[in-house]
């Protein structure tokens, strides 16, 4: 069965750091672009980043280019995001995918990220 | 790196069907056939409903189908069903980054 589990979320203050883990199995992890997806609470869905196969490949939506920082490990099948610098418009809910083709075919239940004083 | 646009809701009585318009730029939707649609209920996880424009990954009922001329793509729901009843996002590929849709709930009347 095709997983990702997120975790590492919490309550943060402003200006923190953060470091968000995605476990996949099921799948041959090394063979898929992977992604990160939030949700503010009462909010729609925001792309934040996204990762190549091996790693070499990294995109990031403006808002936190700069501040976030997306990474993998083929050998223990993760996926990660640093988030530094925090603020208070980065509380969501983070998502780890799957990316299949142009699709994202494969969730977590997420993470949340509280970011307050 | 602008949200596409959905209308807010659209309704529909059991049976009928719906569709929900997905407007972008020549940027995002009109330069790309890689538009996909997520169905989101309450609290849960977001599925993946349409890539490419209109493919269906498996177990995705053929009630459910993907089109787009020109900057705007579209989701049809046909026969719909109470299980329908839903939040639904587009997705497209921007070049380097991917932009989402602001969001349609679907309400099953």
């Known amino acids: 069965e095709v997983q990702v589990v997120e975790s590492g979320g919490g309550l943060v203050q402003p200006g923190e750091s953060l470091r968000l883990s995605c476990a996949a199995s099921?799948?041959?992890?090394?063979?898929?672009?992977m992604t990160w997806v939030r949700q503010a609470p009462g909010k729609g869905l925001e792309w934040v980043a996204n990762?190549?196969?091996?790693?070499?490949?990294?995109n990031y939506v403006d808002s936190v280019r700069g501040r976030f920082t997306i990474s993998r490990d083929n050998a223990k099948n993760s996926l990660y995001l640093q988030m530094n610098s925090l603020r208070a418009e980065d509380t969501a809910v983070y998502y780890c995918?799957?990316?299949?083709?142009?699709?994202?075919?494969?969730w977590g239940q997420g993470t949340t990220v509280t970011v307050s004083s | 790196q602008s949200a596409l646009t959905q209308p807010r809701s659209v309704s529909g009585s059991p049976g009928q069907s719906v569709t929900i318009s997905c407007t972008g730029t020549?940027?995002?939707?009109?330069?790309?056939?890689?538009v996909s649609w997520y169905q989101q209920h309450p609290g849960k996880a977001p599925k993946l409903m349409i890539y490419?424009?209109?493919k269906r990954p498996s177990g995705v009922p053929d009630r459910f189908s993907g089109s787009k001329s020109g900057n705007t793509a579209s989701l049809t729901i046909s026969g719909l069903q109470a299980e329908d009843d839903a939040d639904y996002y587009c997705?497209?590929?921007?070049?380097?980054?991917?932009?989402f849709g602001t969001g349609t709930k679907v309400t099953v009347l």
């Open positions: 990762i190549n196969q091996d790693g070499s490949e990294k």
């Open positions: 490419d424009v209109s």
């Open positions: 997705c497209s590929d921007a070049g380097s980054s991917y932009v």
């Open positions: 020549s940027s995002d939707v009109g330069g790309y056939n890689y």
């Open positions: 099921g799948f041959t992890f090394s063979g898929h672009w």
């Open positions: 995918a799957r990316f299949h083709y142009s699709g994202m075919d494969a």
